[in-house]
């Protein structure tokens, strides 16, 4: 299963990195050829199904080699673009082989450090083979660690047809990093009961969680006239949006105030002008009802600002962003449980996280296909210090391969 090393490092040179606002679906070319490379060596170990669709979904079918006729199918799913925060063109991989514990200094930008005590995760590392890139770009683990673990666990079920499985399908997706990464996908086609992302950090992790997501935008209508003669006319709403954003708390309720399972809510977007200003809003929490209550409290606070200003007026809108997966996978409880047990068997102890975030799998969880994510071995995510160790890949294939064997032992889990 060392092979997992070998695609890593291929697959990590490809620039795939998506972009915002794009009009074209994938968002750049580049992933696309990434995509095809990737359906012809899947065509080459025998998926002879692969294929890259017209929106630049990669499905494929490792055919069941099971007697029985009651395995649900299942499916794994790992995205191929990288994000556009840093830099993802001339990725050089880097193997640390056997890392002594030492801090690892990247060769094209020496202020780019790698230490024990800034990242404590790696202790766990030392010994092992971590891969890192040169100090000037991402490496991409994210999520090309998944991809390598999905096509190295394909290879080896491929090549063990003695190992019993029912049918197994992968997609690999385009734009997961621009929020995009399913909304072309379709859960009919792909076919399975449930999916698995490989596309989580540290060795036995299983997410089986993300926050409830609403985006909130917030704007307020002011009146401009010549400020030369405004005296009793003018109704500013820069200053409403300035007296609403001051007055949202800044102890509680702030990511740069919360952890664990608190929720918050986060103005990120200001368009301003005397005529109108909009707030847009981020809502986070992991209930329904905790997110229903901060929108409750930024509503409150935006009529109290607009109040203080004669003449203003505020308009407040909701969208739904995505909502917690746990809703889902409780109601099909095998999913996360198979997954459990096949970590185990991999001689791993499971840990359960929540993700402070959303993730394709929990918006395909809602769209009919439960999809938990599990860990690929990804660190330092969207960060010059981006790394993941060999071992952790190997021990992720490990994973794949007895997930698919445990399904075909107890299908009716
Ligand atoms: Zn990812």
């Not at 494929?60 to 995205?79: E, K, N, Q």
């Amino acid at each position: 299963m060392s092979d997992v090393l070998e695609r890593f490092l291929r697959y990590a040179r490809y620039d795939t990195q998506s972009v915002e606002n794009s009009a074209t679906y994938p968002s750049t070319d580049a992933q696309l050829v990434f995509l095809r490379d990737l359906a012809a060596e899947l065509c080459g170990l025998g998926l002879t199904d692969a294929e890259v669709d017209e929106h630049g979904y990669l499905m494929a079918t490792i055919p069941p080699t099971t007697t029985r006729r009651d395995v649900p199918t299942i499916g794994f799913l790992a995205h191929v673009d990288t994000s556009p925060e840093v830099a993802g063109a001339g990725v050089t991989p880097i193997v640390h082989r056997a890392w002594d514990g030492r801090d690892l200094v990247l060769p094209d930008d020496p202020s780019a450090v790698l230490r024990l005590r800034d990242h404590p995760a790696l202790a766990a590392q030392v010994g092992h083979d971590i891969v890192t890139a040169s100090g000037t770009t991402l490496l991409g683990a994210d999520n090309k660690a998944g991809v390598a673990e999905i096509v190295t666990a394909a290879a080896f079920l491929m090549n063990h047809p003695d190992i019993p499985h029912g049918t197994i399908r992968i997609a690999f997706t385009p734009d997961e990093e621009v929020g995009r990464g399913t909304a072309h996908f379709d859960v009919g086609r792909f076919g399975a009961r449930c999916a698995y992302t490989m596309d989580g950090g540290g060795l036995g992790e299983i997410e089986t969680e993300s926050f409830s997501a609403d985006s909130m935008t917030v704007t307020f209508h002011g009146f401009n006239t010549h400020p030369g003669y405004a005296r009793g006319l003018m109704t500013n709403a820069i200053k409403v949006a300035a007296a609403f954003i001051d007055s949202l708390p800044h102890d509680t309720l702030s990511p740069e105030t919360t952890e664990g399972r608190e929720g918050f809510v986060h103005p990120y977007v200001v368009q301003a002008s005397v005529d109108r200003t909009s707030v847009k809003l981020l809502v986070r929490d992991y209930a329904r009802e905790g997110l229903a209550e901060k929108e409750a409290v930024v509503d409150a606070l935006a009529r109290q600002a607009t109040g203080r200003f004669p003449g203003a007026r505020v308009e407040i809108a909701v969208e739904e962003s995505y909502r917690n997966m746990r809703d889902v996978l409780d109601a099909h409880p095998a999913v996360a449980e198979n997954a459990r047990v096949a970590i185990r068997r991999a001689g791993l102890e499971p840990r359960s996280r929540s993700i402070r975030g959303g993730t394709d799998g929990a918006r395909l969880s809602f769209m009919g296909l439960p999809t938990p994510n599990l860990f690929a071995g990804e660190h330092n995510f969207h960060s010059r210090l981006e790394w993941v160790s060999v071992q952790d890949m190997e021990k992720a294939v490990e994973v794949i391969v007895h997930l698919c064997r445990l399904w075909e032992e107890s299908p009716g889990a």
